[in-house]
């Protein structure tokens, strides 16, 4: 039996993140014993006190183990805390050390990726976060091998997923590894969650970072946005605001966590994806609106962006054309 401990947090979190993975791990132990077999998870939600409140007092969580509690896991699952209340939760953190030196695996749900990277055990290694914290993650978490575009990352016993409910096919993933497929499989179906999600791309929708103090870089920013149906280039930006090439780069990459050609086509792509989902103009033209002449690179670079076909991402999001080819 695989001993789970949920970390039930202080502060800001994301509570379905907590209750979806004590259901999956109660279920996964329902169906086993249904089927003649013995339960695989030992649950447990272990807090820094007996009490966590969470949006604004409206429901309260009561852990059943605390950090003080002298106890060894093989499993610790990290909700979505949200990174302003990292701070507020780094006690778990040597205590997440301690029990991955003892041979626990660890998880981070969502954006429970930064309390996870504030252990160290990220170091080096892929993992994923809610595609809106992407930017602040890179900026905090440097030496972090940050795989946005990813549902699951599996590195060797520290898992992570992607945002918001995305943290569901961690966990079935996690069953299906401790279990096998046919409990994961079956859980898939009676919680309707789609299985073998890969990637959370299509759901990205790009916010170029401008928290930053650099003003060219912010105007530059700025400037690419307001002429997406041009085609700019680098030395073009660096001599606008009359900066070498090589510091413009180094600067603009520092500031948006983007290089210049990701930012630029990262804003083309988001207004092609727009256009998309809410006009009628067929493919070239929203090709050409956003600055691109040859298909081939656009669709090439669409995928890689969203994961998606132009052709595919209008069927999935253009509801006017879902009306007509229904």
């Not at 695989?40 to 009490?51: C, W």
């Not at 016993?157 to 996690?174: D, K, T």
Request: net charge neutral; hydrophobic share 40%.
């Amino acid at each position: 039996m695989k001993h789970v401990s949920i970390i039930v947090p202080e502060g800001d979190y994301i509570l379905s993140s907590v209750l979806g993975t004590f259901k999956i791990f109660n279920a996964a132990n329902q169906y086993l014993r249904e089927t003649g077999k013995e339960p695989m998870f030992d649950v447990h939600l272990v807090g820094i006190g007996r009490e966590s409140n969470v949006y604004g007092g409206l429901f309260s969580v009561h852990p059943d183990v605390l950090l003080s509690d002298k106890m060894t896991t093989d499993l610790i699952v990290i909700p979505a805390i949200q990174p302003a209340s990292t701070a507020q939760n780094s006690a778990f953190i040597p205590w997440i050390i301690e029990q991955h030196k003892r041979g626990a695996e660890v998880a981070s749900l969502c954006v429970g990726a930064f309390l996870l990277a504030s252990t160290g055990l990220l170091n080096g290694k892929y993992c994923s976060t809610h595609w809106i914290a992407a930017d602040a993650f890179k900026q905090m978490f440097p030496e972090v091998k940050l795989a946005a575009e990813k549902i699951i990352t599996d590195e060797q016993g520290i898992y992570s997923s992607g945002g918001a409910y995305s943290f569901l096919n961690l966990v079935l993933y996690l069953v299906e590894k401790y279990c096998g497929r046919e409990v994961s499989v079956y859980l898939s179906k009676l919680l309707e969650i789609e299985i073998e999600r890969d990637s959370q791309s299509p759901f990205n929708i790009f916010q170029g970072q401008k928290s930053h103090e650099d003003e060219p870089i912010k105007k530059a920013q700025v400037y690419m946005e307001k002429n997406i149906g041009e085609k700019i280039s680098v030395d073009q930006l660096a001599g606008l605001f009359a900066i070498s090439r090589r510091n413009f780069e180094r600067r603009f990459k520092k500031a948006t966590a983007n290089t210049p050609v990701e930012y630029l086509q990262r804003v083309k792509i988001e207004a092609a994806k727009k256009s998309l989902e809410a006009g009628k103009d067929n493919i070239n033209e929203v090709m050409y609106a956003v600055g691109y002449n040859d298909s081939k690179a656009f669709r090439t670079t669409f995928k890689k962006i969203t994961g998606m076909s132009p052709v595919d991402y209008r069927k999935k999001y253009n509801r006017e054309y879902l009306a007509q080819v229904g």
